[in-house]
């Protein structure tokens, strides 16, 4: 059972480069986001998309964009890395069809911008 | 600013004692959820509570809601050395583009063998 895939695990950016990181489920959730969690922090909110082919701003949205491709991926874009965007990013999916059921996370990305 | 505040922010105890942490949150909500994070790994989900339930039950996992308070509290019985993780309780907010799920900055426990 794959569950919520992200790639890559790792990444390390130089100032102003641009990268993807891509999020995949396969448990056909209609929910998908994107945190950021910083060291010794809480996650913070990035983006959303509570069904495809819609998005929405989270806590902490600039800097980065995201796209619902279809149901099963989610990816999330810094156009132009900052080293504030080092950060430890995950993706996690939800069914909200119904009755709001859990979050289901990948295992994180970890990015260093230098 | 979060939706959700844990405390204490860290605690330690000792093996065999009981574990609460608190969460307080601002805004009406659908359930709320408590997860745990081993360091370094992906959130684990621990249980749900729904906005009309008061209290829950999963193995040594206890976890009340009061609406009228809007605060939530997790009491881990018999804690073992296996339990130290970061616990984090999490709320959904309604949002321009539907729900979306806010987390709490986390209650960081330490269980000593």
């Known amino acids: 059972n794959a569950g919520v895939t992200q790639t890559p695990k790792f990444q390390v950016l130089k100032t102003g480069q641009s990268m993807t990181l891509q999020c995949a489920q396969d448990?056909?959730?209609?929910?998908m986001y994107w945190y950021r969690q910083d060291p010794g922090m809480g996650l913070r909110l990035i983006y959303y998309s509570a069904s495809e082919g819609t998005t929405d701003k989270g806590e902490v949205p600039n800097g980065y964009n995201v796209s619902r491709l279809n149901k099963r991926e989610f990816s999330l874009r810094l156009e132009s890395a900052a080293p504030s965007q080092t950060s430890v990013y995950f993706c996690a999916s939800r069914d909200t069809s119904g009755r709001f059921g859990e979050l289901f996370f990948g295992e994180g990305s970890r990015l260093t911008v230098l | 600013s979060q939706q959700g505040e844990e405390d204490p922010q860290a605690l330690s105890i000792q093996e065999g004692e009981n574990a609460t942490m608190n969460c307080s949150y601002k805004?009406?909500?659908?359930?709320l959820q408590w997860y745990r994070q081993n360091s370094g790994r992906g959130l684990v989900h621990l249980i749900l509570i729904r906005s009309n339930e008061r209290e829950k039950h999963s193995g040594r996992l206890r976890v009340t809601l009061d609406t009228s308070k809007k605060s939530s509290s997790l009491l881990i019985t018999a804690s073992r050395a296996a339990d130290t993780a970061s616990y984090f309780c999490a709320t959904d907010a309604k949002g321009t583009g539907g729900f979306k799920t806010i987390f709490g900055a986390g209650t960081r426990l330490f269980v000593k063998a």
């Open positions: 448990m056909n959730h209609n929910s």
């Open positions: 805004t009406s909500i659908n359930n």
